[in-house]
Structure formats: C-alpha cells, structure tokens
C-alpha cells in the first residue's frame, strides 16, 4: 500500500490518505519519548513531515513506513 497525503495535525497526529482511498489518524505522540523522534516534540519540525510513498520522514531523520502506519492508523473512513 501506498501513502498518498500526509497532513500533520496540531496534536502531533497526521491525518493520511492511503493510495486505496482509506483515511485515517496516526498518533506520533508515543514515539516522541524515543531519540531518534525526540526533535519531533518542536512543533515547527513535526509539521515539517515529507511523504516517501512507502514511508514518511522528518528533516531530522526519523521515519515511519507504511506497514506501521496501517497497523496503527485509526481508519476515519
């Protein structure tokens, strides 16, 4: 599966469009203890997330691919 949007939200959730159409909610919020998401507690560089297709990423390195994101993504439609 492909990731097609990612927005990130001002609760440090991102809301996704899969290429299938699904929408759902991702909670970065349990990561941020982790070092390598630590600079993602900075508002302005969680905001500044890139869509890899197969993954999503930050300037400052940390990552999430697809097959963790549809794990734990809350579908909303």
């Given at each position: ?24 909610s ?18 302005s ?10 993954f ?22």
């Amino acid at each position: 599966m492909r990731i097609k949007t990612v927005i990130p939200q001002d609760d440090w959730t991102l809301l996704i469009t899969m290429a299938d159409g699904k929408v759902g909610s991702f909670d970065v919020q349990p990561y941020l203890q982790y070092e390598a998401f630590e600079a993602l507690n900075d508002a302005s560089e969680f905001q500044n997330v890139s869509n890899g297709g197969y993954f999503i990423e930050w300037h400052c390195g940390a990552d999430l691919c697809v097959d963790t994101i549809e794990a734990k993504m809350v579908t909303l439609s």
